[in-house]
């Protein structure tokens, strides 16, 4: 190929590259005046998260969330204006933002009762007793333990803490954030949903490479579970080979 034509090329593919980052022009953004709050809000709750440990944050209340900042003066209580922010983001319609699932935590302050809920060993992660721990273990009967849980019950605080830092990473622009993570009001993962993974795998477990392994092949003939977020699914939100809907 003559250089010019090659050249020509590579330009058609950057524009189109181009044209594929701008789908989301009528992307809504963090403003100016609320980048402060944000990162200071998102600091706390990392603060939080590392006070009393990843797997009970997990399932943390928002009440406790707020008494153990109080309680950590390398924290602090949070502010008026955070709290504000928080509830802002909280009770608002997200298909704004392109993001179409239903609510499934009717409050800010919704907790997870404890006596609900069981620990899976060697995860840090939980599991609504009943329905969703029996799925879980059909599942790894079924398909092997080279499976394993890789995300169970979430609370609203740690919802809000992956859904910030999702903002965080794109820079403030909220809607391709809710694309590929549910706002605090609307994970499945408060009411029974989970994600599995190869184990071994880390963070590849959540791409779309877990669609490759033989492990998601066979969760795919299992009758008794399916697929939340299938390709092109009605929620706005990107395709999720891990993450199982309990049937
Ligand atoms: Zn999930």
């Known amino acids: 190929m003559q250089r010019r034509a090659f050249l020509g090329v590579m330009l058609g593919s950057a524009i189109s590259a181009m044209a594929n980052t701008q789908k989301h022009d009528n992307s809504v953004w963090i403003q100016t005046e609320q980048i402060d709050v944000f990162l200071s809000v998102c600091q706390k709750i990392e603060l939080v998260k590392r006070a009393v440990g990843y797997g009970n944050f997990n399932i943390l209340s928002f009440d ?47 907790n997870i009762n404890e006596n609900d809920v069981i620990k899976i060993e060697r995860t840090g992660h939980y599991l609504f007793r009943g329905h969703s721990e029996g799925s879980y273990e059909r599942v790894i009967q079924d398909v092997g333990d080279s499976l ?22 794109t820079g403030g622009n909220i809607t391709e954030a809710a694309h590929s993570l549910a706002p605090p009001a609307f994970s499945y993962h408060s009411i029974g949903d989970f994600d599995v993974g190869k184990k071994g795998w880390g963070y590849k477990n959540f791409t779309i490479s877990f669609a490759t392994t033989k492990e998601f092949w066979r969760l795919r003939q299992l009758s008794y579970i399916s697929m939340r977020y299938t390709i092109n699914n009605k929620d706005g939100v990107r ?9």
């Open 239 to 247: 395709f999720e080979p891990w993450h199982v809907k309990i049937i």
């Open 64 to 110: 406790d969330m707020l008494k153990t900042a109080l309680m950590y003066s390398h924290i602090g209580e949070f502010t008026k204006n955070e709290l504000s922010f928080i509830e802002e983001m909280f009770y608002e319609n997200p298909n704004k933002y392109g993001f179409y699932g239903r609510r499934t935590v009717p409050s800010l302050t919704t």
């Open 148 to 169: 394993m849980l890789t995300s169970g019950v979430r609370g609203v605080p740690k919802q809000m803490n992956l859904y910030f830092n999702k903002i965080k990473s």
